[in-house]
């Protein structure tokens, strides 16, 4: 038998049994260490909070560097967050900015509590990075420096005073020192280590700086947003009736059958797609528009001017270049508005000019090709949406609304700037990152009804869906069940060519089993809508929406 041997004279050899009590000792200051990081991290998310509620919302630390990484995320991996994580994009990112801090905190607490210049200097690289990116934005101004810069330096100081208890609170001797015996009887070795008066002031002082943060952060956030509430000046706007009024829609644009989308999307469920992490908000009475670059007579137009001029209505189905093939970000609303080609005729445009850009409150920027807003087409400054004074979530207190193109080519929310320049002068936005320059809409169709994976009764079923070619139009849509013969689908009602269209078919004998069906639509310019699969990035998806079913 083979047993464990000692040397003559030497008791055997037995377990460490001061082992896990060290083990638990180390964890408890390393906690203590993380603390000490993630209760300085959370004093510089407060102040740099509370400094913007008086520069701006937008140069809150967090806010400044998530706006900065969506300007330079790469285009693929913004369609995969789009893609991914749709209207919830946003909120993810701020998340991930989130954790990513609170990593960086406990790493430079660990640091801190052994060097606290060290981790001093992680928090002035905080500040610095948010400076730099506040300061990034086309719009922003020396103001927006200030909250980054004092949450860095605000942070760094809360860092190194509570490190400094921290090393207070640890016990005169090495980690690792065995305790001397008692002379009475021992302690059981899971007994909890009595707590000395310095680790008590340590645990008051790291809790009271959280809770501290918590109230200084939560004061400054809602402090910015009274600041900033526009809610009752949005409420104040009288939107004058229009001067050209749209003709009432006909009810037969809608095929009444359920599960199939309304006509006109409610304002609220308007599909909302844009790099804003905080929605603009604009006081209508100190809003201007500037109109400049290659016109005769530069205009500047304040909020009252532009109620004055003569308001029509528009009908107009708007979509994303980010949808995908049977996506969501599609929808059709009532737009009220001044003629935006009106306007620029005013201005008096000079020879040579091919772009027309729009400027937003954020700093976006979306280029339009301008011989098609000059073309007879309805483009609008829109300032109405569905018979409501347009959202501040859809471009409160003015956007542009320029039917056939894409939003990012289209629809500048928050409009404060137009300039009329050329192509090869400037690259918008979204150019800049690879986008097509002109962006206009493909046809597009979808099945809506059944839902995908419904289980539908054999026999008769009715397939419903939508499909849209704006500026052009829908003229015919076929639906087909496993790759067998077309069948032409039966349109709804046209209610012209800037509007989707709705369309149904009857499935005659559906069987027991699983189905797929598929959809195509023709544009009046005899176009069939493309069979290829095709990513929206450049220029908008395409390929064929299908969807299985299962009857039984």
Not at 48 to 76: C, K, N, Q
Not at 239 to 247: N, Y
Request: positive net charge; contains cysteine; charged residues 15%.
């Amino acid at each position: 038998m083979v047993g464990v041997s000692s040397e003559p004279g030497q008791a055997p050899a037995t377990p460490d049994a001061s082992r896990p009590r060290r083990l638990r000792a180390s964890a408890v200051r390393a906690a203590g260490a993380a603390a000490v990081g993630v209760a300085a991290a959370a004093s510089a998310i407060a102040l740099g909070e509370l400094v913007s509620a008086f520069t701006g919302p937008a140069g809150a630390p967090a806010l400044a560097v998530g706006s900065a990484a969506i300007d330079l995320t790469p285009t693929p991996l913004k369609e995969y967050a789009v893609r991914t994580f749709g209207t919830n994009d946003k909120p993810v990112l701020l998340g991930g900015i989130y954790l990513t801090l609170t990593a960086l905190a406990v790493l430079a607490g660990l640091i801190a509590v052994r060097r606290p210049r060290a981790g001093a200097a992680m928090f002035a690289v905080f500040g610095g990075v948010g400076a730099w990116a506040a300061m990034s934005r086309s719009t922003s101004g020396p103001a927006y420096l200030l909250p980054s810069l004092a949450a860095g330096l605000g942070g760094a100081a809360v860092l190194v005073l509570l490190a400094g208890r921290y090393r207070r609170a640890l016990p005169a001797g090495p980690p690792s020192a065995p305790a001397p015996a008692p002379a009475a009887d021992p302690a059981p070795a899971d007994a909890p280590e009595p707590v000395r008066p310095d680790r008590r002031q340590f645990l008051v002082a790291t809790g009271g700086t959280v809770a501290v943060a918590a109230a200084v952060g939560w004061a400054g956030r809602s402090l910015s947003q009274s600041r900033n509430d526009i809610s009752a000046a949005r409420r104040a706007v009288r939107i004058p009736p229009p001067a050209r009024p749209a003709t009432a829609l006909p009810a037969a644009v809608h095929p009444g059958i359920p599960g199939l989308s309304p006509f006109v999307t409610p304002n609220a469920d308007f599909y909302r797609v844009d790099t804003a992490l905080t929605l603009p908000k604009i006081d209508p009475d100190r809003w201007s528009l500037r109109v400049h670059g290659l016109v005769d007579r530069p205009l500047l137009i304040s909020f009252d001017e532009l109620l004055r001029l003569p308001l029509e209505e528009l009908d107009h189905t708007m979509s994303c270049v980010s949808n995908e093939v049977g996506g969501p970000y599609v929808g059709t609303t009532r737009w009220l508005g001044a003629a935006l080609p009106a306007l620029l005729r005013s201005a008096g445009v000079r020879a040579g000019a091919d772009q027309l850009v729009g400027r937003s409150q954020d700093g976006m920027s979306i280029g339009t090709p301008l011989e098609s807003v000059l073309d007879g087409r309805r483009a609008l400054l829109a300032v109405a949406m569905n018979g409501e004074t347009l959202p501040v979530a859809h471009g409160f207190p003015c956007r542009t609304v320029v039917p056939g193109f894409y939003g990012y080519t289209s629809a500048t929310k928050w409009l404060t700037e137009l300039e009329v320049t050329t192509f090869a002068r400037y690259d918008p936005y979204w150019v800049r990152r690879g986008w097509d320059r002109t962006g206009a809409v493909r046809t597009a169709s979808r099945i809506e009804v059944p839902a995908g994976f419904a289980r539908v009764p054999a026999g008769t079923v009715t397939v419903a869906g939508t499909a849209w070619a704006t500026h052009r139009g829908v003229a015919a849509v076929e639906v087909r069940v496993d790759d067998g013969p077309w069948a032409e689908a039966t349109l709804a009602a046209d209610a012209g060519p800037d509007l989707w269209r709705q369309w149904s078919w009857d499935w005659p004998g559906a069987r027991p089993g699983t189905h797929t069906l598929q959809v195509r639509a023709t544009d009046t310019t005899g176009a069939v809508q493309p069979e290829a699969r095709a990513a929206p990035f450049p220029s908008g998806s395409t390929g064929w929406h299908s969807t299985v079913v299962t009857v039984v």
